[in-house]
Nanobody, 124 residues
Framework: QVQLVESGGGLVQPGGSLRLSCTFS????????IGWFRQAPGKEREGVSC????????YYNDSMKDRFTISRDNAKNTVYLQMNNLKPEDTAVYYC?????????????????WGQGTQVTVSS
């Protein structure tokens, strides 16, 4: 059974950093693509970053590309999202998402598996 557990969220001041972790079980990244989405209050979910099965990394906008880094540790079955220079507009619930697919757009499918999310709040 595919399972995802996020951790690492919290309250941080503007300009601060957080590292989110997504520990997974029930699959390997040899066959699955995995990534991070987020949803802010009153807004639609949006993609943050993704590592495809074939190890192609995607950031969904330039601001994220400049400040966030996605990485994976296959030995620990964990994917990380390092977030630096956080801004109030980064406040959201961050979700880890995965699916057996070769490419990041595949995570948009209704058949993707989502974790329970971790809250990130950026505020002074």
């Amino acid at each position: 059974q595919v399972q995802l557990v996020e951790s690492g969220g919290g309250l941080v001041q503007p300009g601060g950093s957080l590292r989110l972790s997504c520990t997974f079980s029930g699959f390997t990244l040899d066959y699955y693509t995995i990534g991070w989405f987020r949803q802010a209050p009153g807004k639609e979910r949006e993609g943050v970053s993704c590592i495809s099965r074939i190890n192609v990394i995607t950031y969904y906008n330039d601001s994220m590309k400049d400040r966030f880094t996605i990485s994976r540790d296959n030995a620990k079955n964990t994917v990380y999202l390092q977030m630096n220079n956080l801004k109030p507009e980064d406040t959201a619930v961050y979700y880890c998402v995965t699916r057996r697919t070769s490419f990041c757009p595949g995570l948009q499918s209704n058949s993707a598996t989502w974790g329970q999310g971790t809250q990130v709040t950026v505020s002074s």
